[in-house]
């Protein structure tokens, strides 16, 4: 891997107690290509624009994949990633399904720690917030005809980031348009689900809602995920979350929070969920909790559930009442190296 390294660091501009979402971009990132059926020309270099030709299939047919992972600090400044490993193989996952080439897990385990360890000065101390990562692939080649690209370029980048949702969500259960139907790439992180949710998502946004709750397509019967987020409900004295099937992305921080309650004994149930089961607990109070959990959300709750025209209010449960929030604590906590990792996520960047 050849590496190319900045003259002068954009650093100094950030004020790290004001971090949005993707408003800065660490000084480099990692750029591999795939040619003539060969991953080459790996190397680590200035952030920057990339020259590509016009006729890219990603431009044309959206051949693109993506991921989102994070890194933290702990007191001491060591770097630590979390489950790079399940974002690795979900990856190639999401690049099949789209007939890209799978990434060889050295390009990308260590054009990720590489890069990581370049810029580690990016990554925030404060509890909370970290370097979001988001390694991503793309067609670069075509002739224009709808097939897929010979030519692909895998790259790297990432943002230092805080809470990406500031308040409690107002959430629309959604009965018209869909994320993913049977047979399609909703499992996957296709750049093009997100783009088809946009203007669903914008008229929710519209009528005051913070996000969807995605529904299955064909029925709108049953709960799929909400956002760029896995959905958990705390229905009666059980965690109950929408089993991962073709139609949801198999998130890792849902994944993760549902471990964590279970090591602590709290009853986990992954199944079909029904919007109307969901509006029962609402109407009769068993519904304690809803929240959405993924990279950038990490654990967020919903003050509100909106149905055919009728806005249900969540219980409003104080902060130590909140299982949301106890169940953060602990993944921060691991994230962060402040507790034990008795289930190994946390991998240390030497
Ligand atoms: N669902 C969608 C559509 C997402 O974009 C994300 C975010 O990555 C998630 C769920 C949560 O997945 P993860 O926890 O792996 O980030
Ligand atoms: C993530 O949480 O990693 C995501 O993919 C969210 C992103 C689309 C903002």
Known sequence: MKIKKISYSRIKKVNFDKIKFGNFYSDHMFCSEFKNGKWKNSVIKPFGNIMISPISLVFHYGQAVFEGMKAYKDR?????????????????????????????????MNGLKKLIDI??????????????????????NGILSAKPSKDYMFMIISTPVDTYYKNPLKIKIEEKYSRSASGGVGFTKAAGNYASSFYPT???NEEGFDQILWTDSSTHTKIEESGTMNVVFWLKN?????????????????????????REKIKVEKR???????????????????????TAAVVSFFKMIHYKGTNFELPNLQKHDRLSLKL???????????????????????
């Open 76 to 108: 001491k400044n060591k770097v630590f990633l979390f489950r790079p490993e399940d974002n690795f193989r979900r990856f190639n996952k999401s690049a099949i399904r789209l007939e890209m080439p799978p990434l060889p897990k050295d390009i990308f």
């Open 119 to 140: 810029d580690r000065d990016w990554i925030p101390n404060n509890y909370g917030q970290s370097l979001y990562i988001r390694p991503f692939l793309i067609a670069t």
């Open 202 to 204: 914008r008229l929710a």
């Open 238 to 262: 059980k965690l109950v979350t929408p089993k991962p099937n073709e139609n949801i992305l198999n998130g890792i921080t849902c994944k993760s929070i549902l471990s964590i309650a279970e």
């Open 272 to 294: 079909d969920l029904s919007v109307l089961e969901i509006i029962e607990g609402l109407k009769k109070g068993y519904l304690k909790e809803a929240f959405g959990c993924g």
């Open 328 to 350: 953060k604590k602990k993944l921060l906590d691991i994230q962060h190296n402040l507790s034990e990792d008795p289930f190994g996520w946390r991998v240390l960047l030497k």
